[in-house]
Structure formats: structure tokens, C-alpha cells
């Protein structure tokens, strides 16, 4: 068992069906991505931190990408405009199911952008 798995076990958080369903397609995605803990919130990584899972104490997800706005593409729900943090928010395991493909591609476009330094 891992750090994320023991935050799993111990928080057992309201919507976590549709947490563990992000973290599936975000380490799916790309065989480079990791996950840990940080700041007492599960993290993904490669070549820095990529999000992280906020407000976890409610019935939805929603997931920080710290420098989302560095992310090259179109993500019809990526939210945000500012200079560097985007999110994206799911009302539940469906929603992450109907947006797999959406959430992977960011992933994947992650790793190209982080692996060109």
C-alpha cells in the first residue's frame, strides 16, 4: 500500500468512486506519471508537479493543474484563464468515464510538455 492508498483508506473521502476513477485514467495515460502525497493531498507527477486532487472533503472532484495554463491544447473542460492554474471538475465516476479521453489527453500533453523541459 502506498501513501495515496493509506489517504484513501484513512480520509475516505465523500466522492471517492470518482476520485479513484480520475487517478485510474491519470496513471493510465502515460506509463511515466507517479503519484504521492503532498500537502495532505494526492499529487501526479512527471518532470514536476503536474495537479492534485483539492477540496476533497465534497461529493465532486476537483482537480488542480498547477500549471495547467503551460498545457498546450484544447480541453473543452479544462477551466481557467489565468496565467498558469486550470481545473477540471467531475460530479461523479460517470462523469469521469463520459471525460476519460479528454482527462488522458491532458495527461499525455503533460508529459510532451514537461519531457521538452
Not at 502525497?37 to 482537480?63: E, H, I
Not at 495547467?68 to 489565468?82: A, K, N, S, V
Request: with cysteine.
Amino acid at each position: 500500500m502506498n501513501d495515496v492508498d493509506e489517504w484513501f483508506a484513512t480520509k475516505k473521502p465523500p466522492a471517492e468512486a470518482a476520485l479513484q476513477r480520475a487517478r485510474q485514467v491519470i496513471l493510465g495515460a502515460d506509463a511515466r506519471m507517479t503519484e504521492y502525497m503532498k500537502y495532505g493531498s494526492p499529487q501526479f507527477a512527471f518532470g514536476g508537479d503536474m495537479a492534485s486532487f483539492v477540496q476533497t472533503g465534497r461529493k465532486t472532484v476537483s482537480l488542480m493543474f498547477h500549471r495547467g495554463g503551460r498545457i498546450q491544447g484544447t480541453f473543452p473542460h479544462m477551466e481557467g484563464t489565468g496565467r498558469q492554474v486550470r481545473f477540471m471538475r467531475f460530479a461523479d465516476a460517470g462523469e469521469v468515464d463520459a471525460r476519460a479521453e479528454e482527462l488522458a489527453e491532458v495527461v499525455r500533453a503533460w508529459c510532451a510538455f514537461a519531457e521538452r523541459g
